[in-house]
């Protein structure tokens, strides 16, 4: 067992003394997900209107001109559903928010800088906070366009204000704050009375605990359908194309130890063929899995790649090691030189890199390309990697694709050591 | 295997299609001496020494290493190789190449940092044991070979053209290592086609051309059986005379009284001699 760690310990050492392997094998496939990721993610490309649901429980003349408002607004997109289907939206992800006015938005929103401020609920995602706060600012934004409107309308306005000033005198407000309301809303009054034509207010509810709009934020508990962003499509893409090219560097680097005469030696020492083999696979599967691992880490925590299972990450990862382990040892066997095992091998890994969804995203293949590319060991490992991430497999969903992988990384393993030529 | 014997090659055969590379080849090799395989590029001195080091199985005969088979990997720990081609890893520094080898051979700890301390100094290169390889002399990097194949102390060290391509001071610090093993006791196999190494080092040296062992003895015994008589040339009254005798200074003594002389020189038979008379080419043929 010392004489593998030994051989592995070697070729991972070598790995890191050739700095462009190095690049090739951890960074490309990195900038390869973040590039991709971030030219298909949404936000590069796409307006930058919000997509909400809203539903209109109100059915005001008040909650109708809210929602006019939020459909005219430059900010949302907005799609009308009712309060079931708008959260179930947002809990596919297929909306940023759900919006919500109940009953008693339209009377709530002709009263002026009194009493019960109209109500809206937003439902969202917990992990999208910072959206949640946008949605707000922009709402009151929204609110406040209305008023403005109001304002403009001086007629509308007075009666308004009249029937505010009768409410609070009504109301059981403290008497203080009833008088000062009560003389703020008179004064505004007079005001609108020798301004006919006023164009715009300040927004006059100082000193009274008013405000235009009562936001009331709800959690959604998401329900998985889907990636959750362009990333957890790129990663599995990139982890792939890492494990690939480690595979091709350990498959050049075993035919150069023959070129070079250093497997002469390995030969010479008193370890037998099988521990000089596994030495080499242990090489190679160390360094594909750490591969993996870094760039699992950099989507955890760089770009909110999240698998749904670590255990089933964990199984998608070894079982895609594995494949590409048994691949380097096949083009290992069939390349004479150096030259002739890099031809060979980018000549086998491209098509499959290809037909796999290296290249292409599996969900945007033509039918064609997806069935043809169920012969590729890089398909099987994307399907995999997203089933765990994001496709919400069970294990049983699981077995299919890593089956293949380990079948694939045994035959190759096989027919590679038979054919290799040590000496 | 007689006492004594370290390796024993019993009627090798060695075939590559329709080339016979080792044809029904018989040898002993005595512990403590320098054996030499001295013969021509393509005469199939590393084919022999890769059946000898059980990297290659012979199409026929049989070979014994310290008792055992050498395909037995226990059996290949009793001897060392520093084979033609280097087999070295060049983005990796001395000492690190070292310790890679020492391990496979199952040292470690204490009793590898030693070993390839000690190694390293043997050849030299102790100063320069963190440099990577790549940036050695070939000189430095034949050195550097011997010390791989001296790691593990094995009891059979086997060189195979240990010093091609090294500059002349490269090369005396290789034999001046050599012969250093020798004085130890330590047994080695050493082919050349330089006949001057296989004279300067060599106990006995065992001919070979197309895969076959046209002769085996110590160098005097060679030189005698096979090296032909003294040449002795001689230059008088404007010509060139050669003679060859068994008593060139009897020879010199008649001319001299015949003839004045104006200069002579005596050659010595050497093993370029014997294998022009062996073969009837030369070893640079």
């Known amino acids: 067992m010392s004489a593998i760690l030994a051989l592995a310990a070697k070729d991972l050492r070598l790995l890191i003394r050739v700095k462009s392997g190095l690049f090739f094998a951890f960074a490309w496939p990195l900038v390869i997900a973040i590039l991709f990721g971030a030219i298909f993610s949404p ?9 909400v649901a809203l539903a209109d429980e109100d059915q005001s003349a008040g909650s109708r001109d809210f929602a006019a408002l939020l459909a005219k607004s430059a900010d949302f997109d907005v799609r009308p559903a009712s309060r079931v289907e708008s959260i179930g939206l947002v809990r596919k992800r297929q909306e940023a928010a759900a919006l919500i006015l109940p009953k008693g938005f339209g009377e709530a929103s002709q009263q002026m800088f009194h009493g019960t401020p109209p109500k809206v609920e937003v439902w969202i995602d917990p992990s999208r906070q910072a959206e949640g706060a946008m949605i707000q600012g922009l709402l009151f934004q929204i609110v406040m366009k209305g008023f403005q409107k109001k304002m403009a309308d ?3 306005m007075r009666a308004g204000l009249r029937q505010s000033i009768e409410e609070v005198e009504r109301s059981k407000a403290p008497p203080g704050q009833r008088a000062s309301t009560a003389r703020f809303l008179e004064s505004m009054d007079r005001a609108l009375g020798e301004m006919p034509a006023a164009s715009g207010a300040g927004g006059g509810g100082q000193g009274a605990q008013w405000e235009p709009l009562s936001i009331e934020q709800h959690d959604v508990a998401i329900q998985q359908e889907g990636p959750r962003n362009a990333f957890e499509i790129t990663f599995p893409q990139g982890m792939l194309w890492g494990v690939l090219g480690c595979a091709m560097a350990f498959a050049i ?8 005469g250093t497997l002469l030696r390995l030969q010479m020492a008193p370890i037998g063929r099988v521990q000089l083999l596994a030495g080499k696979a242990l090489a190679c599967a160390v360094a594909c899995l750490a591969i993996e691992v870094t760039l699992m880490a950099i989507g955890r925590f760089g770009f909110h790649v999240v698998p749904h299972s670590w255990a089933l990450l964990a199984l998608a990862g070894v079982s895609t090691v594995a494949a590409f382990v048994g691949m380097m040892m096949l083009i290992a066997g069939l390349g004479k ?12 890994m491209m098509p499959l890199a290809m037909f796999g969804g290296g290249m292409v995203p599996l ?10 590319g169920t012969i590729s060991p890089v398909r099987w490992g994307i399907l995999a990697f997203e089933g765990a991430l994001w496709r919400g497999f069970s294990f049983q969903e699981m077995l299919l694709p890593c089956a293949i992988l380990l079948a694939t990384g045994a035959v190759c393993f096989a027919i590679g050591t038979r054919t290799l030529r040590l000496s | 295997m007689p006492d004594g014997t370290l390796l024993s090659l019993r009627q090798i055969t060695k075939r590559y299609g329709s080339l016979t590379a080792v044809d029904g080849l018989s040898l002993e090799v005595q512990r403590g001496e320098i054996f030499g395989l001295l013969g021509p590029n393509g005469a199939g001195k590393t084919t022999l020494i ?4 059980g990297l290659l199985e012979p199409d026929g005969g049989e070979v014994v290493l310290s008792g055992g088979n050498p395909r037995e990997p226990r059996v290949r720990a009793h001897m060392g190789i520093a084979p033609q081609v280097l087999s070295l890893y060049e983005l990796l520094s001395a000492e690190e190449n070292l310790s890679f080898f020492g391990k496979l051979y199952g040292l470690d700890g204490r009793r590898l940092a030693e070993r390839v301390a000690s190694s390293l100094a043997f050849v030299g290169l102790e100063s320069r044991r963190r440099d990577a390889v790549k940036n050695y002399s070939g000189g430095m990097q034949r050195r550097l070979n011997l010390a791989a ?17 090294v500059d002349p001071q490269s090369r005396n610090s290789i034999f001046d290592n050599i012969l250093a093993l020798k004085r130890e006791g330590r047994t080695i196999v050493y082919t050349t086609h330089y006949m001057e190494e296989a004279e300067r080092l060599c106990d006995r040296v065992g001919i070979v051309d197309h895969g076959r062992l046209l002769s085996l003895d110590t160098v005097q015994g060679l030189l005698a059986s096979q090296g032909g008589l003294p040449r002795l040339v001689v230059e008088t009254g404007g010509r060139e005379i050669e003679l060859f005798s068994a008593d060139p200074l009897g020879e010199l003594n ?8 104006d200069r002579f020189r005596l050659e010595q038979p050497t093993l370029e001699q014997v294998f022009l008379n062996l073969t009837g080419r030369t070893l640079r043929d």
């Open chain 2, 149 to 165: 194949a001296l790691l593990h102390d094995p009891e059979i060290l086997l060189l195979d053209e240990p010093t091609v391509g």
């Open chain 1, 337 to 348: 030189t150096e030259q002739a095992a890099a031809g060979v091998g980018w000549a086998v």
């Open chain 1, 154 to 156: 001086t007629g509308a």
């Open chain 1, 363 to 372: 969900a945007f293949m033509p039918h064609w390309m997806a069935t043809a």
């Open chain 1, 43 to 51: 936000s590069g490309t796409e307006s930058r209107r919000m997509a």
């Open chain 2, 254 to 261: 008649r001319l001299a009284a015949t003839a004045p002389i």
């Open chain 2, 50 to 53: 890769h059946c000898a080091i």
């Open chain 1, 253 to 260: 680097g075993f035919v150069s130890e023959r070129t070079h």
